[in-house]
């Protein structure tokens, strides 16, 4: 079990620009999170899908962020256009019940 | 508005000693609470959990303590170890999904 796979690790891109960080979820696991790290905020859940289907957006800042999960398998999630204050670490999780979460490393997005 | 609060955003414990560290949270709806730790460059890693039902849960050093009527709870860390240098995140559930708070940044020292 490879475990959550996020890519990329790191990404550095200019203001104004588009940026998609990508999810593998573990096979299995119906339940799928995004979470933004900062540190006046903590993890920041920004939305989250149950077998594909977007549940919650309610944490998404603003309307240049979007999320899609196109199949059970993947997922992305994209911010367009990008902002400074947009920099933090993304993570993803999933889960197959309401507590077994795993997340991946994370992506770590600076605008520039 | 935050509902899961970490008031100390660091502690410093010297190895073998008790590490305490704090989380207070907001909504009563919350049936379920969870701890996280986290080292650098790599995502959160489930640590310990406890149902509203109890009030103490034990896994070897760590022990997570839950007083619903004040809406707090702990986690202790006995004795404290140098690998236990991590961030830790409270979290909490009454639906589906996890709601963390803003962690504490442990250091434990020889």
């Known amino acids: 079990d490879a475990g959550v796979i996020q890519s990329p690790r790191h990404e550095v891109t200019e203001m104004g620009q588009e940026v998609t960080l990508r999810c593998k979820p573990i096979?299995?696991?119906?339940?799928l999170f995004w979470y933004r790290q900062t540190m006046m905020r903590g993890l920041e859940l920004l939305i989250y899908?149950?077998?594909?289907?977007?549940?919650?957006d309610s944490g998404m800042p603003e309307d240049r962020f979007s999320a899609k999960m196109p199949n059970a398998s993947f997922s992305t999630l994209k911010i367009q256009p990008s902002e400074p204050r947009d920099s933090a670490v993304y993570f993803c999780?999933?889960?197959?019940?309401?507590?077994?979460?795993?997340f991946g490393s994370g992506t770590r997005l600076t605008v520039v | 508005d935050q509902q899961v609060k970490q008031n100390s955003p660091s502690l410093s414990v010297q190895e073998g000693r008790i590490s305490i560290l704090n989380c207070d949270y907001t909504?009563?709806?919350?049936?379920?609470f969870l701890w996280y730790k986290k080292y650098p460059a790599e995502g959160p890693t489930f640590l310990i959990s406890?149902?509203?039902?109890?009030d103490k849960n034990e896994d070897g050093r760590f022990t997570v303590f839950l007083n619903k009527s004040a809406k707090h709870l702990s986690l202790h860390i006995v004795p404290s170890q140098p690998g236990d240098s991590a961030v830790y995140f409270c979290?909490?559930?009454?639906?589906?999904?996890?709601?963390f708070g803003t962690g504490t940044r442990l250091q434990v020292f020889p």
């Open positions: 999780a999933s889960s197959p019940s309401a507590y077994g979460y795993t």
């Open positions: 096979s299995g696991h119906n339940s």
């Open positions: 899908f149950n077998n594909n289907v977007p549940i919650d």
């Open positions: 909504n009563s709806m919350f049936d379920y």
């Open positions: 406890i149902s509203s039902i109890k």
């Open positions: 979290a909490a559930s009454y639906t589906d999904k996890l709601i």
